[in-house]
């Protein structure tokens, strides 16, 4: 038998291609310009029919600040653990557990672990939902818009259920359903199965998307908590293959930053 590649290593290996490379005659984007020609990334947000700002577009942030520390932008003393979700995470924040990461498993990230990742995510809309169609690991998910609720004997999942309504012009999504096995981040932030996350996605221009993440798990923390993420317009991006692999955090250059 031959000697096994590292995870990590075959998943480096295995990053796809460029988008730009898979085809031929593209039409050109449909998009604010400069005098210059280039895509004006600071031009006013679109807006569909309804006036709501359009959120489609390929999105991501510039780095992997927030899925390795969720809580960065808090002092460690105010992340408000549980007595048995700090001395977990106490345990793990070493990185001396990272094969426990369902990650290093080609397990779903769950939300809003996800959303942090460099990989770009794709928004793009149905009558009834708002789809997101992620790079990292080929997933996707459901927003639904069409005012149904989760059933309470739902089966818990990495990703929940989640429902979305408009705030003005801010798009506020509820997930709740998880399974509580899911790091909130690489440090080894845990969840219980009482998690519930809200996503409030504004669209500020063009090019730039801020997501308010809220934390509300009282089976692991004692109040709600979260972070501001910064997501930027990738144009052209088109999501492909990813193959998933221990702390993979060598990302590809993205077009558009």
């Known amino acids: 038998m031959g000697k096994k590649l590292p995870v990590a290593t075959v998943a480096l290996c295995l990053l796809g291609l460029s988008a730009f490379g898979q085809w031929v005659k593209m039409p050109p984007l449909k998009a604010p310009r400069t005098t210059t020609g280039e895509i004006d990334l600071k031009a006013p947000a679109p807006r569909l ?130 399974n509580g096995k899911m790091w909130l981040d690489q440090l080894g932030r845990p969840t219980s199965d009482k998690l519930h996350v809200t996503e409030r996605y504004r669209r500020s221009n063009y090019g730039t998307m801020v997501i308010e993440m809220t934390i509300d798990d009282p089976g692991a923390y004692t109040k709600p908590f979260g972070n501001r993420q910064e997501m930027h317009l990738r144009p052209g991006w088109e999501p492909m293959e990813f193959i998933c692999g221990e702390n993979n955090t060598d990302l590809p250059h993205l077009p558009g930053r």
């Open 49 to 178: 029919p309804d006036g709501k700002p359009d959120l489609s577009g390929s999105w991501s942030p510039d780095d992997n600040r927030y899925i390795r520390d969720f809580a960065l932008d808090m002092k460690p003393e105010d992340v408000p653990y549980q007595t048995w979700s700090k001395k977990l995470f106490e345990e793990r924040k070493d990185g001396s557990h990272s094969r426990e990461d369902p990650d290093a498993h080609c397990l779903p990230q769950g939300v809003p672990k996800i959303d942090s990742v460099q990989y770009p995510w794709k928004v793009v809309y149905s009558p009834n939902s708002i789809v997101i169609i992620y790079e990292a690991f080929n997933y996707w998910r459901q927003i639904f818009t069409d005012g149904r609720e989760m059933s309470p004997d739902a089966n818990p999942t990495w990703f929940g259920y989640s429902t979305g309504k408009w705030d003005g012009d801010t798009f506020v999504v509820d997930t709740r359903g998880f």
